[in-house]
């Protein structure tokens, strides 16, 4: 069938909307109608990476959500009229996935991260070219998308589809980050670092989960205000620190218990182990460069018994977390619906500019109708 999708070209750093040929569903796959799929910083680090990490041509979009419009025969968790949220693929039968682990599946990287069905195959193709699809089991960046029973969870009636996309992967990570992650208990205190979509969730979660001190470190000064009217209890400009750790110790003179980086920036991430409490521990969640080191000082993290982890997708089974978040945003709990700004999936380009530019903070795609398609745009 032909879509209409936002297509990332070797050597060229803007999408390129275009019309495109999807496969029909095989057994086990699902055709989605996207409403609605959100901007991820991880779509542009691929993006950006060119043929290093998925050769291009390539479709991304990894926070899709829509109705389902056909499944293959051996589908049996959707049905054609249901409205789904997407998010990672997992197998679903290996030691990780059996233990709910399925963020740390076995088999993510080829289930995910390939560019290609697991036998190899492309499901979408610009005449006789294939065009690399499957990004995170989706490829949402369009107006159609094929995926599997691991990545849909449905959604109730009574929801915004289009805006649910980002529960698949922004949303859950920063409030699994603090719930599942590190499992923060009541009455404990965090510092999130960073504000954009997955901070501001994590801040949320923490208030969510009754953290008795959030401090949030974020330089716009919108986000601040985002951040305390979401639960932060304090709210750091890091332009006006000479030390970060001696800020935090300002307000809790013994250190935070829990610290959660989702900058990924080095310089800052060297810093937060100073300001952990004993027994503290470090969640690291920001895209970091290659080759960086594990933040702080051996002996200092023996001395204090400090820990640091590694978070992918707040440690989310899906089809277990996401109806959870679906009932603290129905709740009130979770307005992350307050952090999205959409945009026409032809205007991509101007959403990545403006998320850059920090004019928005979750831009989500809709897509228009499949038709003529613009290259270049």
């Not at 029909?24 to 409403?35: N, T």
């Not at 998010?87 to 995910?112: I, K, V």
Request: proline share 6%.
């Amino acid at each position: 069938m032909k879509i209409r999708a936002a297509v990332s070209n070797r050597g060229d750093d803007r999408f390129s909307i275009e019309e495109l040929d999807l496969d029909e569903p095989r057994p086990d796959e699902i055709l989605v109608r996207i409403e609605g799929v959100g901007l991820c910083h991880t779509d542009l680090v691929f993006r950006d990476a060119g043929d290093l990490l998925i050769a291009q041509p390539a479709l991304y979009g990894h926070e899709g959500a829509g109705i389902v419009e056909a499944v293959g025969s051996a589908v049996s968790k959707v049905r054609p009229g249901d409205a789904v949220a997407i998010s990672f693929r997992s197998c679903g039968t290996c030691d990780r996935c059996s233990h709910h682990d399925a963020s740390y599946c076995r088999s993510a990287y080829e289930l995910n991260w390939v560019g290609a069905r697991t036998d190899g195959s492309k499901a979408l193709h610009r005449g006789d070219e294939e065009v690399a699809s499957n990004f995170f089991g989706q490829s949402s960046f369009a107006t159609h998308c094929l995926t599997y029973e691991r990545n849909v969870v449905r959604l109730p009636d009574d929801v915004p589809v289009a805006l649910m996309g980002p529960l698949g992967c922004g949303v859950q990570t920063g409030v699994g980050a603090v719930m599942n992650s590190l499992a923060a208990p009541k009455g404990s205190t965090i510092l999130i670092v960073g504000g954009g979509t997955v901070g501001l969730c994590a801040v949320m979660g923490a208030r969510i989960v009754g953290c008795s001190t959030i401090i949030l470190v974020e330089p716009k000064p919108a986000r601040r205000e985002l951040g305390r009217e979401f639960g932060a209890t304090h709210c750091i400009d890091p332009a006006q620190l000479s030390s970060l750790s001696a800020a935090v110790r300002e307000i809790l003179p013994q250190g935070v218990d829990f610290a959660l980086d989702v900058t990924g920036i080095p310089a800052v991430l060297e810093q937060i182990p100073a300001c952990l409490g004993s027994k503290g521990v470090l969640g690291l969640v920001g895209v970091v460069p290659p080759g960086t080191p594990m933040p702080g000082d051996a002996g200092t993290a023996v001395t204090f018994g400090l820990s640091i982890k590694g978070i992918i997708e707040g440690d989310s089974n899906p089809d277990e977390f996401i109806p959870v978040l679906i009932d603290h945003y129905k709740a009130g709990r979770l307005p992350f619906d307050r952090l999205i700004t959409t945009y026409p999936l032809s205007d991509i380009n101007k959403a990545v500019k403006d998320q850059h530019d920090g004019k928005c903070i979750k831009p989500v795609l809709i897509p228009e109708a499949a038709g003529t398609a613009s290259r270049g745009k």
